[in-house]
């Protein structure tokens, strides 16, 4: 099955694919190519040299892909001639956690506005009339999914959603989270949510006026107090610290027993000990997204970095994604870049303190701790944001700085972004192949910046931040709104700058896997959020996880096969064995 895919982003007046295709558009006997206006279509019984022509338009705006036939069958919708397509759908399965792996752009908002009935699929005929209920269901074999879709279809499934871009809630809902929360609790747990959750010191502030995680655990815990049958939570480990990510995993956990629940989440980790089973999700951003059937997490997991679904004999990545055995790379640090003694730094209520340390040349210092114990304080101090009351810190050296929260209010595309940021250095090179192309930042140059998604948008700071001249780099939450791959890359990229051009870098991170990638060293945090925070280190790899997780209580093992970090389950005989060696975080599998 041929397909062929516009990306009307990328093919805008006066843009390059717009010329092209206007230059190609008629000029076949069969018109493959038509324009009509500013619009383009491409015929997909169009003739080898005119999907040949289609294929080679400049800045990527259309996807060409042959796809299996058998596929045919399992289309659920598509949005026009050459628009999105779907292909099946994940399953909400009772008693169980559904977890959804895969890239963004892949579909998954559409699959969850057909699961909560708000689309009607068109399975292919985007040009029909009318659509029914009764056909979709005809199309689809007897099992689970078609018993729901049934419900859906008889207006019988309720259900609540707990959004991506939970920072985007302060703009459309106002008001204080008490009086919110309880306007919404549909199911009479408003205290005991309140309380699983730890946000009773938040009741009486306005939504405008919490950080990112708390919003995070508002919005949880908002869709918690409904009462729904099906409950869907996108990414709701973003802004938490690991901590608050395994609470987090208990309640989900607890919830499943009585509804239907399905989870987005792109910490590994987390999706690991969360969900019971995962649909691998795979496809082309903005062309077409392919939901596979449910298998095991850990089969699922695996099978998502290896890259490779040895069922659909389908291979979904170029490489593997490895986690390598950490060495002491000691010998081949360089100078110190930034050292610092006995910081104190008093905000408000909040008081920062920390040891001595210092960051070498080809250094990257993962960051770790609670939320609200000075991560984010202590790397503006370094970036000089921030003034310091007590200790010391050298300032000689040159700072690029990725803040967590990325402002991108601003009227022009990427590629403009990048020049006044950057420079040129972005278009060719080293720089271009490890961080531009690894990022996927090059397939977003045309596109505006106040557009761009949160993932988009994180992706593309990096790449400014890793492009900046400067000896040390200060990276807050970078994975955050990446998807599963996109964090990996990300880490890699971090890495490479590091090394390749000998210079430093902070990364603060609450995702252990990118941690695991990304860090040499770690600096750890400790303290009561929102009260006090002590910074301790940096330590070398094994001996910062082993603190820092010892305070979270949690122990992680090594999967047998892809080597990747594994959460124990609490009183399994690893988790004992483990605890009991004081070996929190396993560098064996």
Request: proline share 4%; with cysteine; net charge negative.
């Amino acid at each position: 099955m041929r397909i062929a895919v516009l990306i009307e982003e990328k093919c805008k007046p006066k843009s390059e694919a717009y010329d092209y295709l206007k230059k190609w558009s008629g000029s076949c006997g069969a018109e493959c190519i038509q324009m009509n206006g500013d619009k383009f279509k491409i015929l997909e019984t169009a003739c080898p040299p005119c999907f040949i022509r289609a294929k080679h338009c400049p800045g990527g705006a259309v996807v060409v892909v042959n796809l299996p036939a058998e596929l045919e069958t399992d289309l659920i919708h598509r949005y026009s001639l050459n628009g999105f397509r779907l292909f099946r759908l994940p399953t909400p399965s009772r008693e169980s956690v559904v977890g959804i792996l895969g890239p963004n752009g892949m579909g998954k908002s559409t699959a969850f506005n057909i699961l909560n009935g708000s689309i009607i699929p068109n399975l292919g005929d985007f040009e029909a009339d009318e659509l029914w209920w009764e056909d979709v269901i005809e199309s689809l074999p007897r099992g689970e999914l078609r018993d729901f879709l049934v419900d859906v279809s008889e207006s019988e499934v309720t259900v609540a959603l707990k959004p991506q871009y939970v920072d985007h809630i302060p703009k459309a809902v106002k008001g204080r989270v008490g009086e919110l929360l309880s306007s919404v609790d549909e199911r009479g747990v408003y205290q005991e949510m309140i309380t699983k959750l730890g946000i009773g010191h938040l009741l009486e502030r306005n939504l405008d006026q919490l950080s990112g995680g708390e919003l995070q655990r508002v919005a949880i815990c908002a869709t918690l107090l409904k009462d729904a049958d099906v409950y869907f939570f996108d990414e709701p480990s973003s802004y938490l610290d690991i901590h608050e990510r395994m609470r987090i995993v208990k309640i989900i956990q607890e919830l499943s027993e009585h509804s239907r629940v399905i989870v987005i989440e792109h910490d590994l980790a987390v999706l690991d000990v969360l969900a019971d089973l995962v649909h691998i999700v795979y496809g082309k951003k903005g062309a077409f997204g392919i939901f596979t059937p449910a298998r095991s997490t850990r089969q699922a997991i695996n099978a998502y970095l290896d890259g490779f679904l040895v069922e659909q004999n389908v291979r979904i990545r170029d490489k593997p994604i490895k986690f390598k055995t950490h060495t002491d790379r000691s010998n081949e640090l360089g100078n110190p870049v930034v050292t610092w003694g006995d910081l104190e730094k008093k905000l408000g209520d909040f008081n920062l303190k920390t040891g001595d340390g210092k960051v070498h040349q080809s250094e990257v210092v993962g960051v770790v701790g609670p939320n609200g114990t000075g991560k984010s304080t202590m790397i503006k101090i370094l970036a000089g944001e921030h003034e310091y009351d007590a200790g010391w810190v050298t300032d000689d050296a040159s700072i690029s700085y990725k803040p967590q929260h990325i402002d991108t209010e601003m009227d022009c595309d990427v590629q403009t972004w990048l020049d006044s940021e950057v420079g040129t250095k972005w278009r060719s090179g080293e720089y271009s192949v490890n961080v531009i192309r690894a990022l996927g930042v090059d397939e977003l140059l045309t596109k505006e910046v106040c557009n761009l998604s949160g993932g988009e948008a994180q992706a593309v700071a990096i790449a400014i931040c890793l492009g900046r001249e400067a000896d040390l780099y200060l990276l807050d939450e970078p994975s955050a709104h990446l998807d599963a791959n996109a964090r990996m890359q990300a880490a890699k990229a971090i890495r490479k700058t590091m090394e390749s051009n000998e210079k430093a870098a902070f990364v603060i991170d609450h995702d252990v896997y990118f941690i695991d990638i990304v860090s040499d060293s770690l600096l750890v945090f400790e303290g009561e959020g929102g009260k006090n925070g002590m910074a301790e280190g940096p330590f070398k790899l094994r001996a910062g996880m082993n603190r820092f997780l010892q305070g979270v209580d949690v122990t992680f093992r090594r999967d047998h096969d892809s080597k990747r970090p594994r959460i124990n389950k609490n009183s399994s005989r690893k988790d004992r064995e483990q605890r009991g060696k004081g070996d929190y975080y396993s560098f064996d599998s």
